[in-house]
């Protein structure tokens, strides 16, 4: 019987219970050879993309080599796990988005062995205790849109996707409002509030939400979008999707006089009783939900809410969403460093492109999408503000039980994010959902 692999010195402080990847014994076929060549490729990588391993002002500090077997194993998730662990590090957030958007830039995709990610963390709403570290308003952990950046609306003409178990097949293309905000002309750490407020706002201004509007927000997101529609004199319903975060919503309304205005529930949206006793709705909003599952759950998600609206009513939808970049081999490390969200954040996390958002609409639902926004930049310079003042909350997150693995965590995938979207690889979008066949009404 093989002797257990102790556990190397560096990795003693991480807990195992937690972090089990990180303490594990790596394995593989020939796994020390597979990692020379790993590390041996990496460094090309970064000389190519001007990144330094050596000399005072290196841009990144290799603290031990099992760095290498990891990726060798992983890939870029097991690049990540490296940072996690404290294998390498760097001087500050600001160089870790650097380090990673100049690799992305060379198309870096590690050789590795078959490996899928699976999910350490289960659930898809984040904590209020850990959104408070990186939120304008403490509550919301969406992007938003800033005051600057000229928007401009086109009426497109895009390829129509028929329902797959329609039996009839109507106009192979139709028009969708396209809008697409320029990059803004600041942005500083402050702003994060009021970005977030826009964001909601403007949903809320698509799906029409006015006085008397019945409106149903699932998931919470944490309790500013709720009272943003009651501001308005919205009737305002919100599910949250576990009783922790109902309480947490609940005692945000206190906070804010609003404890009467909005009836709060747990549950699911597909809910057949929540369905019957509240719906159907004028209006529902949706915040970073759709991203955050897989196209199975996806399809679950859209059409719980086709059956929840009522007919002539809006769906609002915020989300992020991938781009195509033009370079294939930039494309692809994209889609390859995002791997890690699914593998310790958001269980299932499939950022998909605005297309095939469309055709999933179109084909597996009652609905379609007439218009949608574009806000690359918006988003960007979003996740920048929030990892910066994530990165200013250290302490105040350790206190609040998040230890120094989470917390490495938690700046890889704010990192990884603003990395990518500054390579051209994702997008904050805003769409609007209908029934089909609405009589010609937009």
Not at 67 to 94: C, H, K, N, P, Q
Not at 338 to 345: C, D, I, K, P
Not at 389 to 397: K, N, Q, S, Y
């Amino acid at each position: 019987m093989p002797i257990p692999e102790p556990v190397p010195t560096h990795l003693h402080t991480v807990d195992a219970t937690k972090w089990p990847r990180l303490v594990q014994p790596l394995d593989g076929f020939a796994l020390k050879t597979r990692a020379r060549l790993a590390e041996a490729e990496f460094a090309r990588a970064c000389d190519a993309a001007g990144v330094t391993l050596s000399g005072d002002d290196a841009d990144i500090l290799v603290n031990h080599e099992r760095l290498f077997e990891r990726i060798a194993a992983a890939g870029w998730t097991g690049l990540a796990e490296g940072y996690m662990a404290g294998e390498w590090s760097v001087t500050s957030s600001d160089v870790l988005v650097e380090v990673i958007a100049k690799l992305l830039g060379q198309g870096y995709v590690p050789r590795r062995t078959s490996w899928k990610p699976r999910p350490e963390t289960v659930g898809a709403m984040l904590p209020s205790s850990l959104v408070q570290h990186f939120s304008g308003d403490r509550v919301s952990a969406f992007q938003g849109h800033f005051a600057t950046g000229v928007a401009t609306t086109e009426r497109k003409l895009t390829k129509s996707y028929p329902e797959q178990r329609a039996k009839q097949r109507g106009a192979k293309r139709r028009y969708i409002d396209v809008t697409t905000y320029e990059a803004p002309l600041d942005a500083d750490r402050a702003d994060l509030g009021d970005i977030q407020a826009r964001s909601a706002q403007q949903l809320l201004d698509l799906v029409g939400a006015g006085r008397g509007t019945r409106l149903l927000e699932y998931p919470n997101s944490g309790g500013a979008v709720a009272l943003a529609a009651i501001g308005r004199g919205v009737v305002v319903d919100t599910l949250a999707i576990s009783h922790d975060s109902a309480a947490h919503l609940r005692e945000y309304l206190i906070l804010n006089g609003a404890a009467n205005d909005v009836r709060v529930a747990v549950g699911k949206l597909g809910d057949a009783q929540w369905a019957q006793q509240h719906g159907p709705y004028d209006a529902i909003v949706s915040f970073s939900q759709l991203e955050s599952c897989p196209k199975r759950d996806k399809v679950q998600y859209l059409r719980a809410m086709d059956r929840m609206l009522l007919p002539g009513g809006r769906i609002g939808v915020q989300s992020v969403m991938a781009r195509r970049v033009q370079s294939k081999s930039v494309n692809r490390a994209c889609r390859s460093a995002l791997q890690v969200l699914g593998a310790y954040v958001w269980p299932g996390m499939e950022y998909q492109y605005e297309v095939d958002f469309l055709k999933l609409v179109e084909q597996q639902t009652h609905l379609q999408a007439i218009s949608i926004s574009r806000a690359p930049e918006h988003l960007r310079l979003s996740i920048r503000l929030q990892r910066q003042m994530f990165e200013g909350r250290l302490r105040e997150a350790a206190a609040d039980g998040y230890d120094e693995v989470f917390r490495r965590l938690w700046l890889w995938q704010f990192a990884v994010r603003e990395a990518v979207a500054s390579v051209g690889g994702l997008d904050l979008a805003q769409a609007v959902l209908v029934r089909k066949h609405r009589g010609g009404r937009r």
